[in-house]
């Protein structure tokens, strides 16, 4: 019954692609761990929140918890997003890297500042996009570590999200759960698998994701914007004058 | 007779409790069952007289305190000066005079103007024993501020925070919630006061805010199933604690229907079971231990055997006995000292 109980792991310096896919692996394992403990801190906000009376000291610890998850999240993308300067890093951390700039850039539609990207600047993450992705783009951009993430990509639209369960706990009004968590896209139909399942099962990790992209055959164009498809529009607006 | 304050989450009551052992036998005007008696039929008259009864413990409703508290109560403390007493629920803390129910004195209210910000909510609330103007509450963070009425009418201000570092190396998704304070108490001398969190009990000296002077594992068995806690609910249950009358002992809960007690001064501490199938009245309670890890002795459990619906979260200890009160799920146990 019991599991282990979570604990971070240190992921270290490792220079060599083994010592970084058996880094990515435990960071993955971790990681599987963390998305399971949101999704349940997730569904156990929701369910505070359909009591008559909502115990307002477990929501405020559920949702402090959820906050410190999401965070170390957005530290981990932060953290490696830095690295597209230094040329010596392994492929699969310029990979990963490269992964995490272009999905910044889906981050603007919403006209947020991407994390780790410098504050406010739109322009930020597209003068990065160009010079870093030319050989070296992603064939499949939905896969990466942002992928745990799940279909909910906006990290605003959550923090709103939280917001308003805390303003419905004082105003106790029941019926608006449904709009509350209308933007939540969370896969709770998955909960089961997550959580019953165990850390090699249902859901891809990055490692699975990174390792089909291994071979980084070089795309026919050199630019980034034909290679993203649907992200040529929006770069294309930002770039503009 | 005594009074006795309770709560259901947001209305106060004062109860009169008395004990009744004799009922008065022979009115003139009245039948035994109560019914009124014809007067026509009436022919003596007699004095009433006091029969002994079985015992009966009565409590009768004095005084309700309604309509202050938007959110749970968490605790109520009657002050020292046996005139007022504080009710607590998450985000505030009021003040009031036992002669009066219809009015009250918010005097520490943490709801921030914009409850999206509201990260840490009151957990426990006491009055010092000697000072009528100090009060002591914790938080959901681990913090206990202490706070004198006499400084200003609202105490947002506190006189004393006290708080422990964080260990770094035991640092996980879990340390916010079992560092949440469940109860607070002040010994009886009102020198220390005792903190119940998720996994251990905290003596502090009120002189000293950045650690506590004792601390004391409960069932740190458990650290390493925090997630599984997490997952059942468990992990948000509310321990109290309580100190013998001498301040030499204090005592807490846990799951498996065993409560625990340590010995400040032996730093001796022991694990007893209060459950009806293994004790029969008057019968010495053995101690009993967990397994941690590794081979299970004899007359030992294993963590994973542990019944966590069983769990004993009231405790009190006599003011002057060596008897005790153990709640759990459906009985209450009252246990003394072995009466050589």
């Known amino acids: 019954m019991f599991t282990r109980g979570l604990k971070r792991k240190c992921v270290g310096h490792e220079e060599d692609m083994e010592g970084a896919l058996a880094g990515l692996k435990t960071v993955s394992s971790y990681s599987l761990q963390r998305q399971s403990l949101l999704d349940m801190s997730l569904v156990k906000l929701q369910l505070c929140h359909m009591l008559v ?42 990979l990963v890297s490269t992964e995490i700039l272009c999905r910044s850039a889906w981050e603007q539609e919403g006209a947020r500042p991407a994390p780790g990207l410098g504050d406010g600047h739109v322009q930020g993450p597209v003068s990065d996009l160009c010079p870093v992705t030319s050989a070296q783009a992603p064939r499949h951009p939905q896969s990466g570590i942002w992928e745990l993430d799940g279909p909910r990509e906006d990290r605003g639209g959550f923090h709103k999200s939280l917001d308003q369960i805390f303003e419905t706990l004082e105003t106790k009004n029941p019926g608006c759960m449904e709009e509350l968590f209308s933007d939540v896209d969370s896969p709770y139909y998955d909960l089961d698998t997550v959580l019953t399942g165990m850390v090699g099962g249902a859901r891809p990790g990055p490692c699975e994701g990174l390792e089909g992209l291994a071979p980084a055959t070089p795309g026919p164009s050199s630019s980034c914007k034909s290679d993203l498809g649907e992200l040529d529009h929006v770069v294309e607006i930002l770039v503009e004058t | 007779m005594t009074k006795v304050t309770t709560t259901n989450y947001k209305t106060i009551k004062l109860w009169k409790i008395s004990e009744r052992d004799k009922r008065p036998e022979g009115y003139n005007l009245k039948e035994e069952d109560g019914r009124y008696r014809d007067p026509t039929t009436v022919t003596t008259l007699r004095v009433p007289v006091f029969r002994p009864m079985d015992l009966m413990v009565e409590a009768s409703p004095r005084r309700i305190f309604a309509n202050a508290h938007t959110y749970h109560i968490n605790s109520i403390s009657i002050n020292s000066d046996y005139e007022t007493y504080l009710s607590a629920d998450d985000l505030r803390i009021n003040l009031w005079h036992l002669e009066i129910t219809d009015r009250s004195f918010n005097i520490v209210d943490i709801k921030p103007a914009n409850m999206e910000e509201l990260t840490e909510v009151i957990t426990a609330a006491e009055f010092h024993p000697n000072s009528c103007n100090t009060f002591v509450y914790s938080s959901s963070k681990g913090t206990i501020r202490l706070c004198d009425m006499r400084a200003s009418a609202l105490c947002d201000r506190h006189s004393k925070l006290f708080e422990e570092p964080e260990d770094p190396s035991n640092r996980s998704f879990f340390s916010e919630i079992i560092s949440s304070i469940s109860d607070v108490k002040f010994s009886h001398s009102g020198r220390y006061m005792m903190t119940r969190d998720y996994l251990s009990v905290k003596i502090w000296d009120l002189n000293m805010e950045n650690r506590p002077v004792e601390t004391y594992q409960v069932h740190e068995y458990l650290r390493s199933k925090l997630c599984s806690l997490y997952e059942n ?58 397994c941690a890890s590794g081979k299970r002795k004899k007359d030992e459990i294993s963590v994973d055997s542990l019944d966590f619906n069983k769990k004993i979260l009231h405790t009190a200890w006599h003011p002057k006995e060596n008897i005790i009160a153990v709640a759990t799920t459906n009985n209450l146990y009252i246990f003394q000292d072995k009466v050589n």
């Open chain 1, 53 to 94: 009376e909502p115990n307002l000291c477990r929501s405020v610890l559920i949702a402090n918890t959820v906050r410190q998850i999401q965070e170390e999240m957005t530290q981990d993308g932060t953290w490696r997003s830095v690295t597209p300067q230094e040329a010596g890093r392994a492929p699969l951390d310029r």
């Open chain 2, 233 to 290: 609910d468990c992990i948000f249950d509310k321990f109290e604690c309580c100190w013998n009358g001498s301040d030499s002992v204090v005592m807490t809960g846990s799951y498996n229907n065993f409560f625990r007690m340590f010995d400040r001064n032996t730093k001796r501490d022991i694990t007893l079971e209060a459950s009806r199938e293994n004790n029969k009245p008057r019968t010495v309670l053995k101690p009993r231990k967990v």
